[in-house]
């Protein structure tokens, strides 16, 4: 235990390693974003560089390339496993039901407390294809960029010295200031993102691996762009308006499918649990 114990000053310096990596990659996109939209907003090149620039980190983050001795490593930290169709299923569908939870409780935390709206750019002046392809691809990398950090490199190299929940809770807490810097560093939103990160969190642990959970950050992200934050900044509390019939329905939304995303990740654990057995049966 003692040794455990003795990693923490250097798995901490890895979260926040794995945090500025994360930052990082996201600070590309957002140069990349800006320099397009202001220069040639009706050809998205940004997204074609952005996607050769994603290409070519998971390449090396999956083990490729130099040095050498370090590639077994970087492909067992990243966590990118195959994942049976059952697991997956499974994962997609707790992750799902997790996410529309998660929308009805965003939408009751501005009815509720006063916070300022999603910093999300206005793309009302720029053509639609431009728009449609670059909320593609900011969900893309803001799922991949997360995912292979923080659930996969940093939450595998907790989880060998750490209980699961330990390192899911850290990881999950390590994210916060990316979260603050981009949405602002009000609590009850930085709440909502830890719950949010240690439901990807409980997937990749689940199912051992990253991909069901970039599927779902993903879907996750470009619904939240395209349904959800575009309104923050025009809903009313409910102490100045009153509780109108949405308001119930959000509530409603928020413990109904919480309690079914819970039920599907109990499924998930099991049906996990069950595919692990097998392989050790066949390894036998």
Same mark, same amino acid.
């Given at each position: 235990?003692?040794?455990?114990?003795r990693r923490?000053p250097f798995?901490?310096?890895?979260?926040?390693?794995?945090?500025?990596?994360?930052?990082?990659?996201?600070?590309? $996109?957002?140069?990349?974003?800006?320099?397009?939209?202001?220069?040639?907003p009706?050809?998205?090149?940004?997204?074609?560089?952005?996607?050769?620039?994603?290409?070519m980190?998971? $390449?090396?983050?999956?083990g490729?390339? $130099?040095?050498?001795?370090?590639?077994?490593?970087?492909?067992?930290?990243?966590?990118?496993?195959?994942?049976?169709?059952?697991?997956?299923?499974?994962?997609?569908?707790?992750?799902?039901?997790?996410?529309?939870?998660l929308?009805?409780?965003?939408?009751?935390?501005f009815?509720?407390?006063?916070?300022p709206g999603?910093?999300?750019?206005d793309f009302s002046?720029?053509?639609?294809?431009?728009?449609?392809?670059?909320?593609?691809?900011?969900?893309?990398?803001?799922?991949?960029?997360?995912?292979?950090?923080?659930?996969g490199y940093?939450?595998s190299?907790?989880?060998r010295?750490?209980?699961?929940?330990?390192?899911?809770?850290?990881?999950a807490?390590?994210?916060?200031?990316?979260?603050?810097?981009?949405?602002?560093?009000?609590?009850?939103?930085l709440?909502?993102?830890?719950?949010?990160?240690?439901?990807?969190?409980?997937t990749?642990?689940l199912?051992?691996?990253?991909?069901?959970?970039?599927?779902?950050?993903?879907i996750?992200l470009?619904?939240?762009f395209t349904?959800?934050?575009?309104?923050?900044?025009?809903?009313v509390?409910?102490?100045?308006?009153?509780?109108?019939?949405?308001? $119930?329905?959000?509530i409603?939304q928020?413990?109904?499918?919480?309690?079914?995303?819970i039920?599907?990740?109990?499924?998930?654990?099991?049906?996990?649990?069950?595919?692990?057995?097998?392989?050790?049966?066949?390894?036998?």
């Open positions: 235990m003692q040794s455990h114990f923490i798995l901490a310096v890895s979260g926040f390693v794995v945090l500025f990596i994360t930052l990082f990659v996201q600070g590309v $996109w957002a140069g990349l974003l800006v320099t397009n939209l202001k220069t040639s009706k050809f998205p090149w940004s997204v074609a560089v952005m996607a050769i620039f994603l290409c980190a998971w $390449w090396y983050a999956s490729k390339g $130099w040095p050498g001795r370090t590639s077994e490593i970087r492909g067992r930290y990243l966590r990118a496993n195959s994942v049976s169709a059952e697991t997956f299923a499974w994962a997609l569908l707790a992750g799902g039901l997790s996410i529309v939870a929308a009805g409780a965003w939408i009751l935390l009815k509720v407390v006063k916070m999603n910093r999300a750019p002046a720029y053509p639609i294809t431009t728009t449609a392809l670059v909320l593609i691809m900011a969900s893309i990398v803001g799922g991949v960029a997360e995912e292979a950090g923080f659930r940093f939450q190299s907790l989880e010295d750490f209980s699961a929940s330990f390192a899911i809770m850290i990881s807490l390590f994210m916060s200031p990316g979260h603050g810097l981009s949405q602002g560093f009000a609590w009850p939103m709440l909502w993102y830890f719950f949010a990160d240690v439901m990807f969190g409980v990749a642990y199912t051992n691996s990253i991909l069901p959970g970039i599927v779902l950050h993903i996750g470009f619904s939240f349904l959800i934050w575009p309104d923050d900044r025009s809903r509390l409910v102490v100045n308006a009153g509780a109108d019939i949405w308001f $119930w329905i959000h409603g928020a413990i109904i499918f919480s309690v079914l995303a039920l599907a990740f109990g499924h998930l654990a099991r049906v996990a649990d069950a595919k692990g057995a097998d392989l050790i049966r066949i390894a036998a």
